[in-house]
């Protein structure tokens, strides 16, 4: 019986989608500690603890992500800025003196004498990438609250069912009938 549960377990139970960069030691410690939080004592608590494993790792990458969204747009937000003080230069001028400025210190210091021409400074790049990136990082933002919401209700599950009363899908609590039945009286 033993094996056939094991075997079970093994099927039901997700096994981590790594992306080829993320480490299986750091997820496998994230599990581990999960797994002692909640100390599973069945195969549905197994299944449980497992999404809320998966969410965990989602939320640390995504989190992640958003920084990176925001670095991926730095070069273009950097052009705008030069577009708008320098408006008589091309785009290919503007473009090679915005990438420049990445590797070329006399470059760079032409750039910060331009931005703080207008009265700007270097975190005017950061302030344009976010709001070049607002779009993504609202869609991090609701996946995050998304993967909140169901980890947290997960857990209730768990609560509620070891306190014993967790209510079956479909059905309702007493209190919930005796709510309905009064709304019709009225």
């Known amino acids: 019986m033993e094996q056939k549960t094991k075997d079970l377990k093994q099927t039901l139970i997700s096994q981590p ?7 299986q030691r750091e997820y496998q410690q994230l599990a581990d500690a999960i797994r002692d939080h909640i100390s599973p004592q069945d195969i549905l608590e197994e299944m449980w603890t ?10 640390a ?21 030069l577009q708008s003080i320098l408006p008589d230069h091309s785009d290919a001028e503007i473009d090679d ?21 207008i009265d700007l400074d270097e975190s005017a790049i950061v302030v344009e990438a976010y709001r070049l990136s607002i779009a993504h990082l609202t869609a991090i933002d609701r996946r995050l609250m998304e993967l909140a919401l169901r980890r947290d209700k997960i857990f209730r599950q768990i609560e509620d069912r070891r306190a014993g009363i967790a209510v079956p ?14 709304s019709g009286d009225a």
Not at 98 to 115: G, H, M, P
Not at 169 to 182: K, L, W
Request: aromatic residues 6%; hydrophobic residues 35%.
């Open 61 to 81: 990458r995504l989190r992640r992500y958003k920084g990176q969204f925001v670095n991926l747009d730095t070069l273009a937000s950097l052009r705008n800025l």
């Open 97 to 117: 003196l915005a990438r420049r400025s990445y590797t070329n210190k006399e470059i760079r210091k032409q750039v910060d004498k331009l931005l703080r021409s």
């Open 50 to 59: 497992s999404e809320i494993i998966e969410a965990e790792w989602e939320i």
């Open 17 to 23: 989608h790594l992306l080829r960069f993320e480490s």
């Open 169 to 182: 899908p479909g059905h309702r609590h007493v209190d919930q009938e005796a709510s309905i039945e009064h």
